[in-house]
């Protein structure tokens, strides 16, 4: 890698230096991003100034990592547990804050224990995401949001098995609808 950037950089001080070709009108494209600091640097220490325009591939925003959740919590619901239920509600799409998932949880479990329905006592954040139902018995503050997350629980589950992985998360991306504020 140390080789290769020293030629890069060679290369581009050679076409500066004998064809008058400015810096600013040059570029270096990279095939893997992770390679972008460091080459960067080994042009800065070569006299070569640079500008990096780096942007984390799709895959590593966490964003992207979230709505590969959302995708498997509804096509594939029993790999949803407790632990990943609460962090996707806390996450950048439902974006339901730590306290209000504390007191959402204290809710569930007052409604299971008040309950003389055995199917309501395991009543918690992991059942409304499987089952994408709300409890009608849960405050309008708290329903608005987990609605919303079982609309798009629901057009996910909608699209047919054979349907591609781009087809799920184009569909969780508009059923979201976060292409605006994005």
């Given at each position: 890698a140390?080789?290769?950037?020293?030629?890069?950089a060679r290369?581009l001080?050679?076409?500066h230096?004998d064809?008058?070709?400015?810096?600013?009108?040059?570029?270096?494209?990279v095939?893997r991003a992770q390679?972008?600091p460091?080459?960067?640097?080994?042009l800065?220490?070569?006299?070569v100034?640079t500008?990096?325009?780096?942007?984390?591939a799709p895959?590593?925003?966490?964003a992207?990592?979230?709505?590969?959740m959302?995708?498997?919590?509804?096509?594939?619901p029993?790999?949803?547990?407790d632990?990943?239920?609460?962090?996707l509600?806390?996450?950048?799409?439902?974006q339901?804050?730590p306290?209000?998932l504390r007191?959402?949880?204290g809710?569930?479990r007052?409604?299971a224990?008040?309950?003389?329905d055995s199917?309501?006592?395991t009543l918690d954040?992991r059942t409304?995401?499987?089952?994408?139902h709300?409890?009608?018995?849960?405050p309008?503050s708290f329903?608005a949001?987990?609605?919303?997350?079982c609309?798009?629980?629901r057009?996910?589950?909608?699209?047919?098995?054979?349907?591609?992985?781009?087809?799920?998360?184009s569909t969780a991306?508009q059923?979201?609808?976060v292409?605006d504020?994005?």
């Amino acid at each position: 890698a140390q080789r290769e950037s020293h030629d890069i950089a060679r290369a581009l001080r050679q076409r500066h230096l004998d064809h008058g070709v400015s810096y600013r009108d040059m570029a270096v494209v990279v095939r893997r991003a992770q390679h972008i600091p460091l080459l960067a640097m080994q042009l800065e220490h070569s006299g070569v100034p640079t500008h990096t325009d780096y942007r984390p591939a799709p895959a590593e925003h966490p964003a992207s990592r979230e709505l590969v959740m959302w995708a498997l919590a509804a096509r594939h619901p029993d790999w949803l547990d407790d632990a990943t239920a609460q962090e996707l509600l806390g996450g950048v799409f439902a974006q339901i804050d730590p306290r209000r998932l504390r007191r959402l949880r204290g809710l569930l479990r007052v409604l299971a224990q008040k309950s003389e329905d055995s199917e309501r006592a395991t009543l918690d954040l992991r059942t409304i995401l499987t089952e994408a139902h709300v409890p009608d018995d849960l405050p309008p503050s708290f329903r608005a949001p987990l609605d919303r997350v079982c609309r798009v629980l629901r057009a996910l589950r909608e699209i047919p098995d054979e349907g591609s992985a781009a087809l799920v998360l184009s569909t969780a991306w508009q059923a979201w609808g976060v292409e605006d504020q994005w």
